[in-house]
């Protein structure tokens, strides 16, 4: 970090009384409420994407969701003589959404379903069609990451001599390799049969980081993911962090599904797409990934555990399974 910010902060309206640190970037405090101001490497067109539907979203009742200030010349993007550029958004003191709590989560997949039903109500307009908002299909993701696993499959079963890591690897490399062709083929197929009329605004990084709990309302941030596609993944995403905490335990699996669905109800195909994200083995490949970037001479231990993790909470996560399916 360096100190252009400074010379940034200038270049708006409202005075900035206090500056700190925080989340890669600047809190800003100011008359007009807190502030985040942040470098910004993506385009304008992108942001200004952003910026239309979060104010939409405003409008709809999503209130407390990223909305960003323009400086006094009118523009999203501030620069720094050193060419940076920044950014500056409202900002939330809330704290991070606790996936310990039951009642938390279920709380937050409630607001989960409220923001969608928001993004539903926003139309798609031509000019927003741009790379970083029409991203490949689910299934295109897959395959790519299933070529990926198999790369590393074939690369450890071609050594011989072989590290604990990567005995792991293969004691449960076709269980997982056969769930993940299964998933993708699954999602193939349910996606040429729903073609676009099943594609929706999404945030695209909902985990917990990004749901913040405040007394009054749920703050939804950091939208730079947003995309249109299947709000199921988002869903699937922010319920997978939580069933990891929990050891994949099938009543809160189905409540956090039931509370999703009093707000906006899920039919026969969203059900059967969250159950084909849930199959597709992600955290299985996730480790397999790190493992062909990193130095395959040393492994950290805490990754052997992982994949013994895996191993071992398999029966609860096939059991959560056929509970979707049914």
Partial sequence: MNDSYLEVLQQYEVETEKVRRGRGAWICERPDGMKLLKEYRGTLKRLEFEEEVLKELKNQGIQSVDQYVRNRDGELIAAALDGTKYILKDWFTDRECNLKDNREVLSCVREIGRLHRALRGIAWRDEWSLGSTMPPGLAEEMKRHSREMKRV????????????????????????????????????????????????????????????????????????????????????????????????????????????????????????????????????WKQLNYYNNANKAWIPAKNVEKLKLLEAQQESRNQFLAKIKE
């Fill in 153 to 284: 499959r074939t690369f450890i079963s071609n050594k011989r001599k072989k590290s604990e890591f990567e005995l792991c690897v293969i004691q449960d490399f076709d269980e997982f390799y056969r769930q993940a062709l299964e998933a993708q083929e699954g999602l193939e197929l349910l996606g040429k049969k729903q073609g676009r009329d099943r594609l929706f605004l999404c945030h695209g990084d909902l985990d917990q980081h990004h749901v913040l709990i405040g007394n009054r309302d749920t703050a939804f941030i950091e939208f730079n993911q947003m995309h249109l596609g299947s709000q199921m993944a988002d869903l699937y995403r922010f319920m997978r962090k939580v069933m990891e905490k929990h050891g994949w335990n099938e009543q809160l699996g189905l409540a956090m599904i039931d509370s999703y669905d009093q707000v906006l109800p899920i039919d026969g195909e969203d059900r059967e797409c969250l159950y084909y994200l849930f199959l597709y083995p992600e955290k299985y």
